[in-house]
């Protein structure tokens, strides 16, 4: 059974700093998703990464995947209050890519 | 237009009733989902169906039964309905079922339906 997990469980911040999140295993991951959920709203996907040392950045969000994809990490730079919401990191892994959703860091950004 | 519609938003309901959500994608999706998350906002997975089929079911109540009438509705019925039910279900789509590496299996969720089991 993979074990993931994402760190910090909560985070809560000011509007212009910068933050990481964590999403952690012991299983190899086949690529891994990141999903912002909104309050009352479903996930919405980020990104995907494939390749493991793989930077994607949107805006002012930078995703890396591990070397050894089993880990990935979220960067925001000058957090703002709409980035709150709950990151969930999903990694498939195995040859049927089946979807496992971590805990999530459940990220609040105060004005 | 809404990508993938949930009925309804909100659903209060006694324990023992029976009750059901619908949902719908306007994407042209192969594949509909099922997730329950918890009050500790945990995404997990119940129910799968590929062009109407079921492909995965993971260990979930014979009380909670998926129908799929065709590739762009999966509905779920939930019978008995208990006090540990009470949580916010979601419904999603993909264009690809599992086990298709070209699209990576990017999922389109609904709005979510929270269920109260009082």
């Known amino acids: 059974t993979q074990l993931l997990e994402q760190s910090p469980q909560f985070l809560s911040i000011q509007e212009g700093e910068n933050l990481t999140v964590y999403c952690n295993s012991s299983?190899?991951?086949?690529?891994l998703q990141w999903y912002r959920q909104e309050p009352g709203e479903g996930p919405v996907l980020l990104v995907t990464v494939v390749t493991g040392g793989e930077v994607k950045k949107l805006k002012r969000l930078t995703f890396q995947f591990g070397d050894a994809r089993k880990d990935s990490s979220l960067h925001i730079t000058a957090a703002q209050p709409g980035d709150t919401g709950l990151y969930l990191c999903?990694?498939?892994?195995?040859?049927?890519?089946?979807?496992?959703f971590g805990k999530g860091t459940l990220l609040t950004v105060n004005p | 237009d809404t990508a993938v519609s949930q009925t309804p938003k909100y659903l209060v309901t006694q324990m023992g009733n029976d009750k059901s959500i619908k949902c719908e994608q306007n994407?042209?999706?192969?594949?509909m989902y099922w997730y329950k998350q918890d009050s500790k906002k945990f995404l997990k997975i119940m129910f799968s169906y590929n062009n109407k089929e079921l492909i995965i079911n993971e260990t979930v109540p014979n009380r909670f039964s998926p129908k799929s009438p065709d590739k762009a509705h999966l509905n779920l019925h939930i019978n008995s309905l208990e006090l540990g039910d009470s949580a916010v279900y979601f419904c999603a789509s993909s264009q690809d079922q599992f086990g298709t590496q070209s699209s990576y299996n990017e999922q389109f969720f609904g709005p979510g339906t929270r269920l109260t089991v009082l």
């Open positions: 299983s190899v991951f086949s690529s």
């Open positions: 994407l042209g999706h192969d594949t």
């Open positions: 999903a990694p498939t892994a195995g040859s049927n890519y089946k979807l496992t």
